[in-house]
């Protein structure tokens, strides 16, 4: 656990705090907190692309280091998959 309760030093939503609605963003935080606490399962819940996310970033980094084969699709592919991910997520929070 940690020593500090991440909670206490997330950001706020400026647009749901103006426009009082969710953006496509919302709840990234709340499930790195999860991941960090351990509960993988509600990190999925509160934002399913964590799982894709961090694959592309963890990638990206890689490849500005060592050269990769095939990056340029695998890149693609990720990066597909995080946008389906975060906008069909956004979509579902209005449903």
Partial sequence: MLAFHIEDYMLPCFTKKILGVDCPGC???RSVAHLFQGDF???FE???AIYTLIPLFS???ADAFFKIKYANKI???LMISSVV???SNYILKFI
């Fill in 85 to 87: 991910l975060i906008f």
């Fill in 46 to 48: 509160m934002y399913p």
């Fill in 75 to 77: 890149i693609l592919t």
């Fill in 27 to 29: 709840g990234l935080q």
């Fill in 41 to 43: 399962v509600a990190a």
């Fill in 59 to 61: 990638f990206l980094l």
